[in-house]
């Protein structure tokens, strides 16, 4: 049982009714997601600069971590786009590096990464990975999203039962940011300049 994390939300008097947990967006401005309606949701107590969610029933939940970016605060939602795409970026050490990074889940860097692929089910390339937690006996389900000047990092696990994988895939691929329609909105004007600068140009008409 998820103990801990909903005496947490509970004592900070930030528990959501399911009404509101449909759809989510960070007091920080941050991140926007999805949960499904009947789980609670709210915010944690943060660092400057990082937005700490959980949303989730007794059975299971999700960990939303966000950070600010200084590295990528300049960059272009295109190059963004790319970075998503390139799976080079985001190799064992990466993963590891994100998952000991939430000591709740891996206490004391215990994070066993289990595999890593890329979800191409949405605009943005969503990376994924899966953890084991020794020390908690866990498996979690994780995603990473990105935009400039920020980290995204979901975190799904359960505690009783089978992890209902269609509520987590939905939750991690719902991760987005609340200004996300301007910056697909860049990404795709680069993406079709691109393309059409590659186009092979008309041969010149022959002199007459």
Same mark, same amino acid.
């Given at each position: 049982m998820?103990?801990f994390?909903?005496?947490? #939300?509970?004592?900070?008097g930030l528990?959501?009714?399911?009404?509101d947990?449909?759809?989510?967006t960070?007091?920080?401005?941050?991140i926007v997601?999805?949960t499904?309606?009947?789980?609670?949701v709210g915010?944690?107590?943060?660092?400057?600069?990082?937005s700490?969610? #959980?949303?989730?029933?007794?059975?299971n939940?999700c960990?939303? #971590?966000v950070r600010?970016?200084?590295?990528?605060?300049?960059a272009?939602?295109?190059?963004?786009?790319?970075?998503?795409g390139?799976?080079?970026?985001?190799?064992?050490?990466?993963?590891l590096?994100?998952?000991?990074?939430?000591?709740?889940l891996?206490p004391?860097?215990?994070?066993?990464?289990i595999s890593?692929?890329?979800d191409?089910?949405?605009?943005?390339p969503?990376?994924?990975a899966?953890f084991?937690?020794?020390?908690?006996g866990?498996?979690?389900?994780?995603?990473?999203?990105?935009?400039?000047?920020?980290?995204?990092?979901?975190?799904?696990?359960s505690?009783?039962?089978?992890?209902p994988?269609?509520a987590?895939?939905?939750a991690l691929?719902?991760?987005?940011h609340?200004?996300?329609?301007?910056?697909r909105?860049?990404?795709?004007?680069?993406i079709a300049?691109?393309?059409?600068?590659?186009?092979?140009?008309?041969a010149?008409?022959p002199n007459r």
């Amino acid at each position: 049982m998820r103990v801990f994390a909903l005496a947490a #939300i509970i004592g900070l008097g930030l528990c959501a009714s399911a009404a509101d947990a449909r759809v989510y967006t960070d007091p920080a401005g941050r991140i926007v997601f999805d949960t499904p309606a009947n789980w609670p949701v709210g915010p944690l107590r943060a660092p400057e600069g990082m937005s700490y969610i #959980i949303a989730g029933n007794d059975d299971n939940e999700c960990h939303f #971590i966000v950070r600010t970016s200084t590295t990528t605060a300049g960059a272009t939602p295109h190059s963004i786009w790319r970075t998503l795409g390139d799976d080079t970026r985001f190799n064992d050490a990466f993963w590891l590096a994100q998952g000991n990074s939430v000591p709740r889940l891996f206490p004391d860097s215990s994070a066993v990464l289990i595999s890593h692929t890329r979800d191409d089910s949405g605009f943005w390339p969503l990376q994924r990975a899966e953890f084991d937690s020794p020390s908690k006996g866990r498996h979690v389900f994780a995603g990473f999203q990105m935009r400039p000047g920020v980290e995204m990092l979901g975190l799904c696990l359960s505690y009783e039962g089978t992890p209902p994988m269609a509520a987590f895939d939905a939750a991690l691929r719902s991760m987005a940011h609340p200004d996300d329609a301007s910056f697909r909105a860049s990404a795709e004007q680069q993406i079709a300049a691109r393309a059409a600068a590659q186009q092979p140009q008309p041969a010149p008409a022959p002199n007459r």
